[in-house]
């Protein structure tokens, strides 16, 4: 029985083993999300995978899933065969043409609209870019360490907005990428003022969680200014403070970001009032009885919401959480929690939107109406 996503981390993990786990749910998310409201476009969406020979030695790699995925769907609302092209490249190319083996043995294969494509040679690097440059809508999964493709595709995510970013990487390996970074470097380009802040930064603070958590911020906030929403998922080794890895995201679809939001949820930490933390064996120090030290709380969201009547009255749960949310680690359960607790306080009702009748059952398509 495959372990609950919850506890999926309380092994210690290898970037292989986050991939294949997380990539194919990631996938069938950002795709349903990015696909539901325009499945009628011409051109496909692009979906790269820039290290598609990493998870070659699992039971089951990546590329195979997010095919299986793809051709499963033909036919449906969501018809991830028509409207997903693909696109596979690893620097290991022996390990990409083991891969671009199997992909081809696969019994459905030939019934894929867009075969995927391998990038078997590097001249082909430029073809990628190209294909992306004409398509309005893209994923490309990568790691920012890795010189070549991967990092001039995240240049291209910065300086276009195409495509969105899944990121899986090690953080002191990018923190030496970053000490290491020449003026007239890919991360100058990248970074901007950035880059000498965060080389400064380093040499005068020599702890590493400072570190790390100075330049994830210096990071996510590159993505944000150009319009992304951005989340990271920190993963530590287990009994350890020390950071194995990060999974970052970079979206553009307030949706999708929801989304790719709930699903890591379910791999999260979290507090005693609910409120994920966004990472796994933080061992962080928990203190139920003064949750007033909690940069994010069901206390604080219910105070937030409680002066809220002007923007939120008469709307539905769904909405204030989908409104609310962005740029917070809140969930639904969350808002459900905090609403019932002003409820209590005698500041809200609950309103059947079908009946406009007064309920004390509170479900995502309730309107909560705030008292004058």
Not at 117 to 137: F, G, K, R, Y
Not at 168 to 185: E, Q, Y
Request: aromatic share 10%; with cysteine; proline share 4%.
């Amino acid at each position: 029985m495959a372990a609950a996503p919850s506890d999926f981390f309380k092994t210690e993990r290898t970037a292989s083993e986050i991939k294949a786990e997380l990539l194919p749910r990631l996938f069938e998310v950002w795709t349903a999300a990015v696909l539901q409201n325009d499945n009628t476009a011409e051109t496909a969406v692009r979906f790269m995978d820039l290290q598609a020979g990493l998870d070659i030695g699992e039971a089951a790699p990546t590329a195979p899933q997010v095919l299986r995925q793809v051709y499963k769907s033909t036919g449906s609302r969501t018809d991830l065969n028509k409207g997903v092209s693909t696109i596979l490249y690893d620097v290991d190319q022996p390990a990409l043409a083991e891969l671009q083996e199997k992909v081809e043995q696969l019994p459905f294969y030939h019934d894929l609209v867009h075969p995927p494509l391998t990038l078997q040679e590097a001249d082909d690097e430029a073809l990628a870019a190209q294909m992306l440059e004409q398509t309005t809508t893209g994923l490309a999964f990568l790691d920012p360490t890795i010189e070549g493709l991967s990092q001039r595709v995240l240049l291209q995510a910065v300086q276009t907005g195409i495509p969105d970013l899944l990121m899986l990487f090690n953080p002191k390996a990018f923190g030496n990428t970053i000490k290491r970074a020449k003026a007239d470097s890919l991360w100058q380009q990248l970074f901007g003022e950035r880059l000498d802040k965060i080389k400064a930064f380093y040499k005068q603070n020599r702890q590493a969680d400072r570190r790390e958590e100075y330049l994830l911020d210096c990071f996510e906030e590159i993505f944000q200014s150009h319009g992304f929403y951005t989340l990271r998922f920190r993963i530590n080794f287990p009994d350890k403070k020390q950071t194995s890895h990060y999974v970052v995201f970079g979206v553009k679809s307030e949706q999708a970001y929801l989304r790719l939001k709930e699903l890591l949820a379910r791999y999260s930490d979290y507090q005693e009032d609910g409120v994920p933390l966004f990472g796994a064996n933080l061992q962080v120090q928990q203190l139920s009885l003064f949750q007033e030290h909690y940069k994010y709380s069901v206390t604080r969201l219910a105070q937030e919401l409680a002066g809220s009547a002007g923007r939120y009255s008469n709307r539905s749960l769904q909405y204030i959480y989908e409104s609310h949310s962005i740029s917070t680690p809140y969930t639904l359960a969350n808002y459900t929690a905090a609403f019932e607790k002003l409820m209590k306080d005698g500041l809200v009702r609950f309103i059947n939107p079908k009946t406009g009748q007064a309920i004390t059952k509170l479900t995502p398509v309730s309107l909560i109406r705030y008292k004058k």
